[in-house]
T-cell receptor, first 110, second 114 residues
Framework: SQQGEEDPQALSIQEGENATMNCSYKTSINNLQWYRQNSGRGLVHLILIRSNEREKHSGRLRVTLDTSKKSSSLLITASRAADTASYFCATDPSGSRLTFGEGTQLTVNP | EAGVAQSPRYKIIEKRQSVAFWCNPISGHATLYWYQQILGQGPKLLIQFQNNGVVDDSQLPKDRFSAERLKGVDSTLKIQPAKLEDSAVYLC????????????FGPGTRLLVL
């Protein structure tokens, strides 16, 4: 089974609204990363948060990490149509490789 | 800075045929990864190289898949013989040094096995 599981599987919002996606994982990690994938393209790294960090910001992105609950959230503020994509969290449960979840498909309607 | 290059972008083959994919990572990146992404799923690591040595190939179906990284730069991934279930996007990624660093992905090769 996947280490990271994103929730919800799909999310549809209007432009200007905020989008929140969650990721839960099972075993302890060193870091957690979020990636974006536009349709038919490779993945783009968004943000990396280490296990000793609780919150990180990058532009309109805000990531939180709660190691006690084994969960992370990605918040995109003031969403744009260009934010339409699949968002994946990736963790390193075995200490040797990244394991990706199945993603959240975000649709931002103009 | 040039990104990760992959070729071909698309490939259609019949089952039991062989196919090869090529990847050129970002210059100076020691770690190279090959992922398989089946439609609707997240990427799954097939093999990870550190320079020209294999770090992790535990999820590589070694009876049909093989990969090499010549001189610690370019890499090729081969499937022989292909099965229907190999239809997927094959993504190559590289990072400066190790899996805990940011990984930079190429555009992928979309494989369809008929």
């Amino acid at each position: 089974s996947q280490q990271g599981e994103e929730d919800p599987q799909a999310l549809s919002i209007q432009e200007g609204e905020n989008a929140t996606m969650n990721c839960s994982y099972k075993t302890s990690i060193n870091n957690l990363q979020w990636y974006r994938q536009n349709s038919g393209r490779g993945l783009v790294h968004l943000i990396l948060i280490r296990s000793n960090e609780r919150e990180k910001h990058s532009g309109r992105l805000r990531v939180t990490l709660d190691t006690s609950k084994k969960s992370s959230s990605l918040l995109i503020t003031a969403s744009r149509a260009a934010d339409t994509a699949s968002y994946f969290c990736a963790t390193d449960p075995s200490g040797s490789r990244l394991t990706f979840g199945e993603g959240t498909q975000l649709t931002v309607n103009p | 800075e040039a990104g990760v290059a992959q070729s071909p972008r698309y490939k259609i083959i019949e089952k039991r045929q062989s196919v090869a994919f090529w990847c050129n990572p970002i210059s100076g990146h020691a770690t190279l990864y090959w992922y398989q992404q089946i439609l609707g799923q997240g990427p799954k690591l097939l093999i990870q190289f550190q320079n020209n040595g294999v770090v992790d190939d535990s999820q590589l179906p070694k009876d049909r898949f093989s990969a090499e990284r010549l001189k610690g730069v370019d890499s090729t991934l081969k499937i022989q013989p292909a099965k229907l279930e190999d239809s997927a996007v094959y993504l190559c990624a590289s990072s400066l040094d190790g899996y805990q660093e940011t990984q930079y992905f190429g555009p992928g090769t979309r494989l369809l096995v008929l």
